[in-house]
């Protein structure tokens, strides 16, 4: 659930865990279990024939344009690769484009890597480049990564093998975006294809793997691709089998058993038993990623920002850290994860630091509904049983709203449908709070800031201010990460000031992988960079 971008931008944790590395505890004030990060697993020393994955549900296509949640960037992950790429330490890096510039500040130019081949054997060239990219452009596709592509004036041709992207204004955070789903690149002959990205269609794309057959309701096969381009990435698995289990005890179970041999973004709940488990080991690798609740309806009640910090002030996050996060979680001051600074990390210790402290204060809380006049009004929160946290955060909230004065009304969404609500205004009507575990797949905290900006397509509060507006457009300016980083600081602390997002706690990423295999990088990365292709026989 993304519910760049859903549960988006798709990843550190909290100041004391931004570093990496090393055991953080977290004592009475830190409401959060000692953990470990683990920047990465061990280098695979043999060829496994065949692992099988588990998915904590079936993704609704894999066409990369609709790909914006945990389930498709997973599995696509190893099929699809994008111009760029970001890496598990969360670097960017070339990737089907062999070089990146910038001869002025309105224009990307992209040199497309020769000798790279589909999964059908064509070779790649800059038409199925211009052909990838200018689907995120066409309304009637519907792209869910429209917003990397506001700045975006024309995509063309400029030479054999070079693509270049002119822009209505500068945009540095745009290159940075074509290592996520925005850049992904498919074989134009393929898009045309009626059905892309569906079980009967498929994809065709230049990953390490291919898609071998989707069965509906069952799984997601993947095999190796013999004629993959880059030998660093050559897979030691031949196939890939994703399965899909919604239950969240059956999952954790499976791993216990060994039924599948790894899985990421597991459920908290199992984490006491997935800890000591004697099939594998339990990872907790670096994130991007913020749990956060959002006013989905800023002409309701929560439209005054008096009865949206109050709301906050009232939560007991460690409570629900306790509850939603099996103590694995730090609290946010802030909606954007610290984790997503990678261009500035430790400036951003600083700037996070000058936040004010989060303080639960159900009487000043009280107070300040009785001052905006919105004692006995309605607020409606979505629940669903996709995951454990989402009902567990939707209860502590009803509880915090009616302990202030506010009615708070839990309005249950179907797990096949909770992620609609981040991609389709009208599944929101009626709905004035949504829980979202929200990643960003860059390492720069633009791409979280910047959506709050006026219109963007996951602004989903309808929140605007000019003031906040001008920085996004100051920061996409500046090329040196520093500035930018520094310009970015102002705009978290007016979405602090303004409680745009209603900040929870943040989260490691979560690993479970067979003590047979090793290998698969422990970070966020995972749903941009083909983890599969590292994995491998642990002896």
């Not at 954790?252 to 199992?270: F, I, K």
């Not at 979680?329 to 210790?349: L, S």
């Not at 001052?371 to 669903?384: M, N, P, Y």
């Not at 004065?405 to 909770?418: C, F, R």
């Amino acid at each position: 659930m993304r519910t760049s971008r859903l549960v988006a931008a798709t990843a550190l944790l909290a100041l004391a865990v931004s570093a990496c590395g090393g055991a953080t505890s977290a004592g009475k004030d830190g409401g959060s279990a000692a953990f470990e990060i683990t920047k990465d697993t061990p280098a695979a020393k043999g060829a496994v024939d065949s692992v099988t994955w588990s998915l904590y549900a079936e993704p609704q296509s894999l066409d990369y344009v609709y790909a914006f949640d945990y389930h498709p960037n997973t599995v696509l992950a190893n099929i699809c690769e994008q111009l760029m790429r970001i890496t598990p330490d969360l670097k960017v890096e070339p990737g089907l484009a062999s070089a990146a510039t910038s001869p002025d500040p309105k224009r990307w130019v992209y040199t497309i890597r020769s000798g790279v081949k589909f999964h059908d054997g064509s070779t790649l060239t800059a038409d199925d480049v211009v052909a990838s990219m200018r689907r995120h452009l066409d309304p009637k596709v519907g792209s869910y990564w429209v917003s990397a592509y506001t700045n975006v004036d024309k995509i063309e041709k400029t030479g054999p093998m070079e693509v270049t992207v002119h822009l209505k204004q500068p945009d540095q955070l745009f290159n940075e975006e074509m290592g996520t789903s925005a850049g992904t690149i498919e074989s134009a002959a393929s898009l045309a294809k009626e059905g892309y990205g569906t079980p009967d269609v498929g994809v065709n794309c230049t990953g390490p793997f291919s898609l071998d057959s989707w069965q509906k309701g069952q799984s997601i096969n993947l095999k190796k691709f013999d004629d993959y381009w880059d030998p660093s990435l050559v897979p030691k698995v031949n196939t890939i089998k994703n399965v899909f289990i919604p239950d969240p005890a059956a999952r954790v179970n499976a791993l216990l058993s060994g039924e599948v041999d790894g899985g990421y973004l597991l459920p908290p709940p199992g984490f006491p038993k997935l800890r000591t488990a004697d099939s594998g080991t339990l990872y907790f690798g670096p994130n991007t990623t913020a749990v956060n609740l959002i006013p989905t309806d800023l002409k309701g009640t929560l439209g005054d920002v008096k009865v949206r910090k109050a709301l906050s002030m009232a939560l007991d996050r460690d409570g629900i850290i306790k509850a939603a996060a099996g103590g694995v979680a730090t609290p946010a001051k802030a909606p954007g994860a610290t984790g997503a600074w990678g261009i500035a990390p430790e400036a951003a210790k600083e700037y996070y630091a000058k936040l004010p402290p989060l303080t639960r204060d159900v009487a000043g809380a009280k107070k300040l509904i009785e001052e905006a006049g919105a004692s006995g009004k309605k607020i409606v929160i979505a629940t669903s049983t996709l995951s454990p946290e989402i009902s567990v955060i939707a209860n502590a909230v009803q509880s915090a709203g009616q302990a202030i004065g506010l009615k708070v009304e839990l309005k249950a969404v179907a797990p096949d449908a909770y992620t609609a609500l981040f991609s389709d205004p009208k599944a929101r009507e009626g709905i004035d709070l949504v829980m979202t575990i929200w990643y960003d797949s860059t390492p720069d905290p633009l791409e979280f800031y910047g959506i709050l900006e006026t219109g963007n397509f996951a602004n989903y509060g309808g929140y605007s201010n000019p003031e906040y507006d001008a920085l996004v457009d100051e920061a996409n300016t500046q090329a040196d990460p520093a500035a930018r980083a520094a310009t970015i600081a102002k705009l978290q602390e007016i979405a602090v000031r303004d409680v745009v997002w209603i900040p929870l706690y943040e989260v490691p990423h979560s690993m479970f992988l067979n003590k047979r295999l090793t290998g698969a990088p422990t970070s966020i990365s995972q749903l941009v960079f083909p983890w599969a292709a590292r994995l491998g026989s642990a002896s």
